[in-house]
């Protein structure tokens, strides 16, 4: 399995087209316009940048500005007939993106780069390990559609409550383990964390198996070190991704967990 980092600065001015209410927690936002027609279909893991609070055309020549009002999301679905771009957006609470999610409204303007980034999933993988937020189930969902004939997906999904179940794909049917935080008082990620020896003993083969961890990042490094350090799994059968960090806005998008 490889994993490539590159991404694409193309941007491109894109309109709302439609909102869907997904759960109470997650908006799915279609995006549509001309100016997607050589957006390329992504992989599975790809990335975009979504550019917020830019008037239409108006290019951004502070670098630091840019970065400030850029933030990272999953292009979920792609159609290259439509040229519609799909992303779901976890409405978290305030954040530069989130907050504009919530208010979204059909017929407004973002701009858009990308996409770069995603996985090559080998021919012959027997089990697909998914631990994910609600902010990386998209991501969760892009990964099954692309599994090949045969592979067993074992995907963990953490999310607030029971209301925020929510189908991964609508092509692939699969069965997550659901972990709750809210009856439990528990902390972003923690659930995860507290799972992952009970997916290790589910795991025959650490060799056939490939695994990817995305979440808060404080406790995507701790499972991380422990799928390492205890259980000894090689590292490129592993992908972890910080895909935000608990109280810090703008999180980088490439965080790792190496260092
Ligand atoms: C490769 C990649 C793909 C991603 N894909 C998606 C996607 O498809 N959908 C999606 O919703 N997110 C996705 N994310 C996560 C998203 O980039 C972050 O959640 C981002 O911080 C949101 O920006 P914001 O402006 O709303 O909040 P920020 O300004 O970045 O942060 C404001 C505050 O909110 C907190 N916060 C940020 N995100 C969350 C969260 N998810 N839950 C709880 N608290 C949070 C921060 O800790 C901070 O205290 C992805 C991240 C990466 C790296």
Not at 104 to 114: I, R, W
Not at 185 to 209: I, Q, R
């Amino acid at each position: 399995m490889s994993f490539n980092r590159k991404s694409s600065r193309q941007m491109q001015q894109v309109t709302v087209k439609t909102i869907e209410q997904v759960t109470p927690r997650v908006r799915r936002i279609v995006f549509g316009g001309n100016t997607l027609a050589d957006f390329t279909v992504p992989n599975p893991g790809a990335h975009i940048k979504l550019i917020f609070g830019t008037k239409p055309n108006e290019p951004i020549d502070d670098p630091r500005k840019l970065r400030s009002q850029m933030r990272t999301y999953t292009p979920r679905y792609f159609n290259p007939n439509t040229k519609e771009l799909t992303v779901e957006f976890v409405l978290h609470g305030d954040g530069l993106a989130s907050t504009w999610a919530a208010q979204a409204q059909v017929g407004e303007t973002l701009t858009v780069a990308g996409p770069g980034g995603g996985m090559d999933i080998p021919e012959n993988l027997k089990t697909m390990v998914m631990l994910v937020d609600e902010s990386a189930m998209p991501t969760a969902g892009m990964v099954l559609e692309a599994l090949p004939a045969g592979c067993n997906p074992i995907v963990i999904c953490e999310v607030e409550d029971a209301s925020e179940q929510r189908s991964l794909s609508s092509s692939i049917e699969v069965k997550p383990t659901w972990l709750f935080r809210q009856e439990l008082g528990a902390k972003p990620g923690t659930l995860l964390e507290n799972y992952l020896p009970h997916v290790v003993a589910n795991v025959k083969d650490f060799d056939d198996s490939f695994w990817l961890i995305a979440c808060e990042a404080n406790t995507m490094r701790r499972m991380r070190s422990h799928l390492l350090k205890q259980q000894g799994i090689n590292k490129d059968r592993l992908v972890t991704r910080g895909y935000w960090k608990s109280g810090a806005s703008n999180h980088p998008d490439h965080d790792y967990g190496e260092s």
